[in-house]
């Protein structure tokens, strides 16, 4: 990756999470929202809370994990850090997700988008784990950038959301829809680039 997409991916992932931080721990929860959401996030404040605080470790931790001066000079550091990202920040994070899915505003395709994000998110972490006690980083490794890909679906989110209120498409319509878009191109570009990166 060049300098200026590492430093883009930085400046995203600490600036999405460092908002989340702040809109939930300064402001009632769900005053930020879309009003039509803001029931749904007072009845099931506990998921909404662990899912937004523990997804902001994965994305403050998920870009150093990709650092090869970090991984070659603290190797012990790297460890540590990677089992803090998936133990404190996906594995709560996306179990917390599956649950805030059930009640996701916009139906069922929201609730099915919403919910295929967490499975994903928590399978591509699984197999991240597995494959790192085996030793196999290479495999790791590529579990690592799909995870990761998907941790960055909270960025694109609040890309789409205002863009979808710049464009003036009701947020009835829209919201389902960005329930996929948040993360199936995400994960689209990983596996395209995965695909260039190593042809065989």
């Known amino acids: 990756m060049r300098l200026a997409g590492k430093i883009l991916l930085y400046f995203l992932s600490i600036g999405v999470a460092g ?5 939930y721990t300064a402001f009632p929860i769900g005053s930020l929202v879309h009003p039509d959401m803001l029931r749904s996030f007072q009845a099931h404040r506990i998921e909404v809370y662990a899912h937004i605080f523990t997804s902001a470790v994965a994305l403050l931790l998920g870009p150093l994990q990709f650092s090869q001066a970090l991984r070659a000079r603290k190797p012990a550091l790297h460890r540590w850090l990677g089992r803090a990202y998936l133990g404190l920040g996906v594995l709560p994070g996306g179990l917390a997700g599956l649950l805030i899915a059930r009640n996701a505003y916009g139906g069922m395709l929201s609730t099915l988008g919403f919910a295929a994000l967490a499975i994903a998110w928590l399978y591509s972490g699984l197999r991240a784990y ?3 006690r085996q030793r196999d980083i290479g495999t790791h490794r590529r579990w690592m950038i799909r995870n990761f890909a998907l941790t960055l679906a909270a960025v694109t989110l609040r ?3 205002p863009l979808s209120m710049l464009t003036a498409i ?3 319509q829209a ?4 329930a996929w878009l948040c ?5 689209l570009i990983a596996e395209r680039w995965l695909r260039r990166s190593n042809p065989h």
């Open 130 to 132: 597995l494959a790192i």
């Open 159 to 161: 890309c789409y959301l």
């Open 170 to 172: 009701p947020f009835e």
């Open 175 to 178: 919201y389902p829809v960005i």
């Open 183 to 187: 993360w199936v191109p995400n994960l």
């Open 19 to 23: 908002y989340a931080v702040v809109a």
